[in-house]
């Protein structure tokens, strides 16, 4: 059964510094999201991307936040000067051409620490 | 704004039934909703769309009162694989790719 998939499972990295987080969608599809979940917390959306370009984004998601898709299946998300307050498990999904009123697959996360 | 789940934590024993509320504020177009297990990702349980449907798989069915602006998820003669977090998200309209969650449930079954 097709997955979604992201690298690395855990990143560790020094307050500062910048991160790039991949994943790859299930390869028909054609709406990708990131969600960050802070540890004992709820899910929140970041941003969705349709068609090469981002569709919307949360107030989470600022200028530090960018998401690229270099190529047919990789989907980015880039943190530029990571904070403490940015560790967290941040999770890919995708779905399919109905967009967001269909399943949305997620991957099983990267778990970033910020030191 | 962010869906309002109740209640915020439950125990079952084995077998018995419970009922997760989520509410929102805005109207609402759909409500997802999603089981996590601890260290793991969501996993999709069903979608419910605007139209007041009903829906059910296997032992966990769910209702969408769109006049009320709420869900519900109906799990049924529970067993221990249903132990988990259980997060409702609400898409609030028809042009929005934003699913927004809600605190979630956290649902501990018992033998």
């Known amino acids: 059964e097709p997955e979604v998939t992201q690298t690395p499972s855990h990143q560790v990295t020094q307050m500062g510094q910048e991160v790039i987080l991949r994943c790859v969608p299930i390869?028909?599809?054609?709406?990708f999201y990131w969600y960050r979940q802070i540890l004992g917390q709820k899910v929140e959306f970041l941003v969705s991307?349709?068609?090469?370009?981002?569709?919307?984004k949360s107030e989470i998601f600022d200028d530090q936040f960018s998401v690229e898709r270099p190529d047919g299946s990789n989907f980015t998300l880039k943190i530029r000067s990571t904070k403490l307050e940015d560790s967290a498990m941040y999770f890919c999904?995708?779905?399919?051409?109905?967009?967001?009123?269909?399943?949305?697959?997620f991957g099983p996360g990267t778990r970033l620490t910020v030191l | 704004q962010q869906p309002v789940q109740s209640p915020q934590a439950v125990i079952l024993r084995e077998g018995e039934d419970a009922v997760i509320n989520c509410s929102s504020s805005?109207?609402?177009?759909?409500v997802h909703w999603y089981r996590q297990k601890h260290g793991e990702a969501p996993v999709f349980l069903m979608i419910?769309?605007?139209?007041?449907e009903q829906k059910g798989h296997e032992k966990i069915s769910a209702s969408f009162n769109e006049k009320k602006q709420q869900s519900s998820l109906y799990l049924t003669a529970s067993q221990l694989s249903y132990s988990g977090t259980y997060f409702c998200g609400t898409v609030n309209n028809n042009a929005g790719n934003m699913l927004t969650f809600g605190g979630g449930t956290r649902l501990m079954v018992k033998p």
């Open positions: 999904a995708s779905t399919s051409l109905a967009g967001v009123n269909n399943e949305q697959f």
């Open positions: 419910l769309l605007k139209g007041g």
């Open positions: 991307f349709y068609n090469n370009e981002i569709s919307e």
């Open positions: 390869s028909n599809h054609l709406y």
């Open positions: 805005k109207a609402l177009y759909s």
